[in-house]
């Protein structure tokens, strides 16, 4: 009996420290809406993932917009998905270790698209579509977060802020607690680079307790991860991603409330 007590505790505690309340986020229908992961970009790069021709591409075909923000060294907001800028740009360096100035130049692939500011990626969406903004990771979690923010003041589109960093969505329900949050989720054990119970934490979002996001975005190879599942039963919002095909997209639909997609139009 004892055992069984305990168990039921420590499940008690599980739910409590994962679960997921979606209620701001269930009845807006713009979230629903398919989102394209990096911007409606090419499977060979001729139309740049992250570029302003792939959130064009986007807007054209009033698809939702999956991007990746991340500061320069100055502070300048870029929309860029790696650390470092050797596969989209051919070059040495960690984007965040370099002033701006040093970025702009640096063009995308073998294109003529350069990587975009994030106000320049602002001005050409202008609300036409949404946009699911993912912050990346960084150590200076309270200064870049403001900086995005302070952009989005004039903003007068629809969008979600979200991130697999629970420090940036813990800043965020601190500072700007009405900008709705989501966490994103991928199988983290793997990755040697974090230390073994940060791991453990990310992969079962065991921080959710303390961030209280609106929503998940969990990768679809992960989508039996018993936090996903629990959150699904109990109502919670819940995206997939990169969903690869029309195919893929057919299996999962019921698996989650939209898909973020690339390399087709759903």
Known sequence: ????????????????????????????????????HRGLYSKDQRVPENSLAAFQSAVDHRVAIELDVQCSA?????????????????????????????IKPLCLRDTEETIPTFAEALKLVDGKVPL?????????????????????????????????????????KKKHPTILRGIIVEYAMRNKKIKFKNRVILSLSLMNCLIRPDYQSYDVRYRYCPTYQVNRW?????????????GQHKKIKKQCDTAIFEHYLP
């Open 234 to 246: 109990l109502g919670a919002f819940g995206a997939l991603w990169a969903i690869g095909s029309k």
């Open 1 to 36: 009996m004892e055992t069984m007590i305990f168990i039921g505790v420590l499940l008690f505690v599980y739910v409590f420290s994962v679960r997921i309340d979606s209620k701001r986020v269930r009845p807006l229908e713009f979230m629903r809406i398919p989102v394209a």
């Open 132 to 172: 699911w903004i993912e912050i990346k990771t960084t150590k200076r979690v309270s200064l870049v977060v403001e900086r995005i923010v302070g952009l989005l003041e004039d903003y007068h589109g629809e969008y979600s802020i979200c991130s697999f960093d629970p420090y940036v969505l813990y800043e965020l």
């Open 74 to 102: 100055d502070l300048v907001p870029f929309v860029f998905h790696d650390d470092g800028l050797k596969r989209m740009c051919g070059v040495d360096g960690i984007l965040e270790t370099m002033k701006s100035e040093e």
